[in-house]
């Protein structure tokens, strides 16, 4: 049974800095790419970050562009999300997705058929 497990979050002031961990429970991730959505209270599901197989490639909204910074290290099975200049707005539970289909980074959910269990970031202003 495939796993993600998420851990890292916590609360945090406006301005900080915080890192989000996913590890994998099997080698399969390593050729396919990964993902960081998140989900704010009474709002959908939002794409964050995504990196490729190989972690030459990434995708980030706009929201988080220059603040974010996926990384993978597929030795380890686990994808980071390095969270920079933190904002109240990026409050939210965040969950770490695996895809099954592919190996590019991708920005829809439809492309990750695994999900962890997310990890709650609250950014206080």
């Known amino acids: 049974h495939v796993r993600l497990v998420e851990s890292g979050g916590g609360l945090v002031q406006a301005g900080g800095s915080l890192t989000l961990s996913c590890k994998a429970s099997?080698?399969?991730?390593?050729?396919?790419?990964m993902a960081w959505f998140r989900q704010a209270p009474e709002k959908e599901r939002e794409f964050v970050a995504a990196?490729?197989?190989?972690?030459?490639?990434?995708i980030y909204a706009d929201s988080v562009k220059g603040r974010f910074v996926i990384f993978r290290d597929n030795a380890e099975n686990m994808v980071d999300l390095r969270m920079f200049s933190l904002k109240p707005e990026d409050t939210a539970v965040y969950y770490c997705?695996?895809?099954?289909?592919?190996?590019?980074?991708?920005?829809?959910?439809?492309?990750?058929?695994?999900w962890g269990q997310g990890t709650q970031v609250t950014v206080s202003s």
């Open positions: 997705a695996g895809s099954a289909v592919t190996g590019s980074a991708a920005t829809s959910g439809e492309f990750y058929t695994y």
């Open positions: 099997e080698r399969i991730f390593a050729s396919y790419a």
């Open positions: 990196i490729s197989w190989s972690g030459g490639d990434t």
